[in-house]
């Protein structure tokens, strides 16, 4: 085959932190068929391929496929996606690029450090606020107490691509005492929009940030979730979290994982509509190809 293919780390302040990432240069039309066994083959919770390439309008055809399955959308793969294309596609700074996702056109804007990009911006479709759920429900597939739940704000499915449970706890040590049934949640979400539970609370453990979360999936825990941290900003500016109609946020995830991460996440009411940006750092690991 020999497709080129790069590594990176996404919300990574550091090299090997982060949620890891494979994108694969699609030169030549390989089948989707092909890409889910590459996926597999690589591990990550998400491989990219970029399949269509135009510099000119700094347009990018991208898929995105987890171990099981293609996704329309997925946050950390937008990111560190536009990343490899920035650095070995383009190979000099652009202000923005644009990936031609199965979930619609996503921007992603760059800051630069030194003509190297530091933090890099999405800005996520509006997020659209399905169901609510009862916390005693929720809880049976968590492993948590109904007294651990925040029930001053909803569980809630919020999408901005692909649809999450927004799922807020009291405290940093229920966020740590999370286990996961798959078997229950797969079960619960038989009729749900939402398939994977985003759990947050207000106790980060640094105090620089401000919400320490933890998302886990039927494939394993995730060390950092850019599409359900958009569907979070939305959340919290809708529900008024930290009381505003405006959020500018530091969000901890992956410390169970020994995978740190921090996600950046803006988000203002505009009109009937709530803006999302989801930022984050990529960092570049290792390079290579498939043969």
């Known amino acids: ?52 390439v135009d510099n000119e309008k700094l347009v990018y055809k991208v898929r995105i496929f987890t171990k099981e399955s293609e996704l329309p959308f997925a946050g950390h793969p937008t990111l560190g996606t536009a990343y490899v294309i920035q650095q070995n596609v383009i190979g000099k700074p652009v202000k923005k690029l644009t990936l031609d996702l199965k979930a619609g056109m996503i921007p992603v804007t760059f800051n630069y450090t030194d003509n190297k990009p530091s933090i890099l911006w999405m800005k996520q479709l509006d997020p659209v606020f399905g169901k609510t759920h009862d916390p005693k429900a929720i809880v049976e597939f968590l492993g948590l107490n109904p007294e651990d739940i925040d029930t001053d704000y909803p569980i ?42 985003l759990i947050f609370c207000r106790e980060p453990e640094k105090p620089e940030n401000h919400i320490k979360c933890r998302m886990i999936t039927t494939f394993g825990e995730d060390p950092a979730t850019g599409s359900a941290n958009g569907c979070l900003a939305g959340y919290l500016v809708k529900h ?5 109609p405006e959020i500018d946020v530091r969000v901890e995830q992956g410390a169970e994982m020994n995978r740190p991460s921090i996600l950046y996440l803006k988000a203002k009411e505009m009109g009937e509509e709530i803006e999302v940006n989801v930022g984050g750092k990529v960092v570049a690991v290792a390079e290579g190809h498939l043969v």
């Not at 982060?18 to 039309?29: F, H, I, K, R, Y």
């Not at 040590?173 to 398939?195: G, I, M």
């Open 1 to 52: 085959m020999k497709l080129p293919y790069h590594i990176v780390d996404v919300f990574a302040e550091n090299k090997l932190e982060g949620n890891q990432l494979a994108v694969v240069m699609d030169e030549q039309g390989i089948s989707g068929a092909l890409m889910q066994k590459i996926a597999l083959e690589m591990n990550f919770s998400e491989t990219t391929f970029i399949t269509a």
């Open 156 to 197: 809630q499915e919020v999408s901005t691509g692909v649809y999450f449970f927004m799922i807020p706890v009291k405290t940093s040590d229920a966020v740590k005492r999370v286990k996961l049934d798959t078997d229950k949640l797969k079960e619960y979400t038989n009729d749900t929009d939402a398939k994977w539970p």
């Open 240 to 244: 008024r979290y930290f009381g505003e």
